[in-house]
């Protein structure tokens, strides 16, 4: 695949986004932590195809740019150093143990501010989904490199997220989750409970215990019992996306264990089945370019190129017959849409389309997915 179109264009578009970013060149950092964290194993996939060093340097760059900046408090904010409160000498070696920023423009909601919810999405703070999405990639770098260290840090930002989310409600003493959190992880800025966010946790901290076993135990046990008896089922483009992603993750899981992952693999199926056929009833795709987000398209076109993996790696094992076919049926059935994913592809490498204000609002988020979608191996293979 060295010199495959596909790649050239992904090299092309990663290139591009490490100077637009300070990665590279001249410019001033400007990091974002879900772009990141995609761009990451785009980096990794780019140096394992092609051999090119720099592509595992600007990975490597990339996650001490995050730390660097998204691991301390904003510049215009009246904090400063190590959001988790750490020294200058902790923090270099435990950069992660205090969460992460998202990267947004504005700075978080103050306690005497009024929430506005459209300008909550353009205000800072820390996303559970994010993080998650960070712990993944420094275990893919990990994984890379052999330096464990990443694992490590993936470890202590899992048991930050862990402790600065989760809570205990009144009502029989239940756990829930909250959706954002300050900078500081004092307070909830959205107090509801994201519809994946346990499946996040869940997935990402048994991934985790696989170098260490035990380390997350309690945190494994705490975020399974948020996923019992949920409704995974969403319309969202980039909300299919990551079910389908997370069905190949629960299905690799199972292999150890088969009683808990096969029931979620099973549900997140049905909910895949579900939600793709309702948003292909809606017909999206034939919207103009000025009414679509190429992000949240391009997470369902990353998705549905887990299915081929997914055929792949399921075996009879440890499941019943029963279980086979079910499973086998609905992977029969999602695999009727990865044309659709060549479709959103297609759509997106035309310039043309790409020269809308949509595009142009989160060009880097959209290049970095794009890139991803191309080529997709640093993100969806383990």
């Known amino acids: 695949m060295k010199n495959s179109p596909r790649l050239v264009i992904a090299t092309e578009i990663m290139e591009q986004f490490a100077e ?4 590279t060149g001249t410019q001033k950092p400007q990091r974002y932590l879900w772009t990141d964290a995609f761009a990451v194993c785009n980096y990794l996939e780019i140096h394992r195809l092609d051999g090119d060093k720099r592509f595992q340097e600007f990975a490597l760059r990339l996650v001490d740019q995050v730390h660097e900046i998204l691991g301390r408090h904003r510049q215009d ?22 969460g992460l920023r998202i990267g947004k423009t504005m700075p978080e909601r103050q306690l005497d501010e009024e929430f506005n919810q459209r300008l909550e999405w353009e205000r800072d703070g820390q996303y559970y989904h994010y993080l998650t999405k960070w712990m993944q990639a420094l275990h893919k770098l990990a994984s890379a490199t052999g330096d464990t260290l990443y694992d490590t ?13 989760t809570h205990i409600i009144e009502e029989g003493g239940a756990k829930k989750m909250y959706w954002k959190m300050s900078i500081d992880l004092s307070r909830p800025l959205v107090p509801a409970m994201g519809h994946h966010d346990p499946l996040d946790g869940y997935l990402t901290y048994l ?13 494994v046990t705490e975020m399974r019992g948020l996923c019992q008896n949920r409704d995974w089922t969403t319309d969202d483009p980039l909300g299919l996306g990551t079910i389908l992603c997370d069905c190949l993750r629960a299905l690799r899981l199972a292999e150890v264990r088969p009683k808990q ?8 199926l049905t909910a895949a089945v579900d939600g793709l056929r309702h948003y292909a009833r809606q ?27 997914l055929k792949h790696n399921f075996t009879a094992g440890s ?64």
């Open 20 to 23: 637009d970013t300070g990665l």
């Open 77 to 98: 904010d009246f904090r400063s150093g190590w959001i988790g409160g750490q020294t200058e000498e902790e923090g270099g070696k435990h950069p992660t143990a205090g």
């Open 153 to 165: 840090w993936a470890r202590e930002l899992a048991e930050a997220a862990h402790t600065g989310f």
């Open 207 to 219: 991934e985790l215990e696989e170098s260490a076993p035990g380390d997350l135990e309690r945190q």
């Open 261 to 268: 992952l096969l029931p979620l693999l099973k549900d997140l």
């Open 283 to 309: 017909a999206p795709l034939l919207q103009p370019a000025e009414y679509r987000l190429a992000f949240r398209e391009l997470g369902l076109a990353i998705g549905l190129q887990a299915l081929p993996l």
């Open 319 to 382: 499941t019943t017959k029963g279980d086979i076919d079910t499973i086998t049926n609905m992977i029969e059935a999602l695999s009727a849409y990865e044309n659709m994913g060549v479709e959103i592809e297609e759509y997106w490498l035309a310039a043309e389309n790409r020269r809308v204000l949509p595009w142009i609002e989160h060009r880097h988020i959209n290049m970095v997915m794009l890139a991803t979608r191309l080529v997709p191996g640093g993100f969806l293979k383990k």
